[in-house]
């Protein structure tokens, strides 16, 4: 199975996909993740992508590319991926397109999770992350038991870009460059669109729900 999650910052993607990842046995592939992962290993690909990203603009298409080209290859994709990030605008839909015909592949649902916009800005002041694991906490609605993380025991941070001023750039790129792949795939007919506010456990059984019904394998 094949699922990608489309929604803006903040609107729960990881969460979900977290859920998803257990239950299917799919690998959930971010290339926010991904990304993070170029900046903190020094490598020239994430000193660039840094750039973009503490100011909150998308990274250039190719260097995006490079990374989730190379993170398909891997082994634990062969059951199924969930993107989470990826695609996030119209010229990489018709990339993800052509990663998906290269390994004989295909979307089989895309999930829209919809929240409003001054939610997303709540909830994006409370995240953390383990800066070791990437697990994700919030400090309203999942605070971490202790200082550390509870998987990993790393160290809890902020996210840069989650700063108040670059949180408002992400939405407007949002805005302007992801919204428009709601359209798009709606037209293909294997887009559900989710309300995203409410518990995640919540939220999980509505999509779930979804993906029995559909009989997606
Ligand atoms: P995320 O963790 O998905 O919110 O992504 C964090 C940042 O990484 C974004 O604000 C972008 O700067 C960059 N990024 C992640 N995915 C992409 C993508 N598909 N295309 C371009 N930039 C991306």
């Known amino acids: 199975m094949n699922i990608l999650l489309l929604g803006a910052p903040g609107s729960g993607k990881g969460s979900q996909a977290e859920l998803l990842e257990k239950e299917y046995g799919i690998v959930q592939v971010s290339t926010g993740?991904?990304?993070r992962d170029a900046v903190s290993n020094n490598t020239d690909l994430g000193a660039i992508a840094k750039i973009y990203m503490?100011?909150?603009?998308l990274v250039p298409n190719d260097l995006v590319l490079e990374l989730l080209s190379d993170r398909l290859k891997n082994r634990d994709c062969d059951n199924g991926v969930i993107f989470d990030g990826f695609p996030r605008n119209i010229e990489q839909t018709e990339l993800l397109e052509d990663l998906l015909v290269e390994r004989e592949r295909e979307l089989d649902i895309v999930v829209n999770i919809e929240v409003p916009f001054d939610l997303i800005?709540?909830?994006?002041n409370s995240r953390r992350v383990c800066s070791g694991c990437?697990?994700?906490y919030n400090t309203i609605t999942s605070p971490p038991k202790g200082e550390n993380c509870e998987s990993c025991g790393g160290e809890i941070i902020i996210r840069d870009d989650d700063r108040e001023d670059v949180v408002k750039n992400r939405l407007d790129v949002y805005d302007k460059n992801t919204k428009p792949l709601i359209a798009h795939y709606s037209q293909k007919g294997i887009m559900i669109n989710m309300n995203g506010v409410g518990k995640i456990a919540e939220i999980y059984e509505e999509l779930t729900q979804y993906i029995k019904e559909k009989k997606v394998q």
């Open 33 to 35: 993740d991904l990304l």
């Open 54 to 57: 503490d100011k909150g603009e």
């Open 121 to 124: 800005i709540t909830r994006l």
């Open 134 to 136: 990437g697990k994700g």
